[in-house]
């Protein structure tokens, strides 16, 4: 079964910074493009980051670029999001989602931007 | 970037009936297009894949139709664990973008 876990979350001061882990199992991490997604409360879907299985091939929203830096570690079956320059509007769940098409989805965790 | 617009973006409906929604692309996108399904509270779930193929293990009210820059995703007969909120995911190029979600609601 596949399965993708994330940590991470939590409440973090405008300006401040977070690392966000998803921890994948049931397959073959190493063989598959991952991304980052997120959703505000109350609001819709919103892609932010993908990375190729070997790192070569990076790409952001505009929304986050410059601020938020994707990487992984196959052989810790891990994907990671590192979070600079939070602000307000980065509120949001964010979930973890395999492949580049999007086939599975981690259960999300959720990143708070307040003072 | 590619918009995705989908419509509509709320409907009330009641078991048994048919529902049908549209997600509508700013450019061709071949067959490049997922249906995703999230109930509150809960990661989504992919539903539908390449416009129309169904995800193993979904319902086969589920299905969907289209290819270019128009879509369809249609559910025969509404079932009580179908009320949630439907997006169409574009993966034709990057940025990935999805459409505003459609919430189904109960009537």
């Known amino acids: 079964e596949v399965q993708l876990v994330e940590s991470g979350g939590g409440l973090v001061q405008p300006g401040g910074s977070l690392r966000l882990s998803c921890v994948a199992s049931?397959?073959?991490?190493?063989?598959?493009?991952m991304n980052w997604v997120r959703q505000a409360p109350g609001k819709g879907l919103e892609w932010i980051s993908y990375?190729?299985?070997?790192?070569?091939?990076?790409y952001y929203a505009d929304s986050v670029k410059g601020r938020f830096t994707i990487s992984r570690d196959n052989a810790k079956n891990s994907l990671y999001l590192q979070m600079n320059s939070l602000r307000d509007e980065d509120t949001a769940v964010y979930y973890c989602?395999?492949?580049?098409?999007?086939?599975?989805w981690g259960q999300g965790t959720l990143v708070t931007v307040s003072s | 970037d590619i918009q995705m617009t989908q419509s509509p973006s709320s409907l009330s409906a009641s078991v048994g009936d048919r529902v049908t929604i549209t997600c509508r692309a700013s450019?061709?996108?071949?067959?490049?297009l997922d249906w995703h399904q999230q109930k509150p509270g809960k990661a989504p779930k992919r539903l539908i894949y390449a416009a129309s193929s169904l995800q193993s293990g979904v319902p086969s009210r589920f299905s969907g139709s289209g290819s270019g820059t128009e879509f369809t995703l249609t559910i025969s007969s509404l079932q009580p664990e179908d009320f949630a909120t439907y997006y169409c995911l574009q993966h034709n190029s990057y940025p990935r973008t999805f459409g505003q979600g459609t919430k189904v609601e109960i009537k």
């Open positions: 989602a395999r492949n580049e098409w999007i086939d599975y």
């Open positions: 450019q061709g996108i071949r067959n490049d």
């Open positions: 990375i190729s299985i070997s790192s070569s091939t990076i």
């Open positions: 049931g397959f073959t991490f190493s063989s598959y493009n």
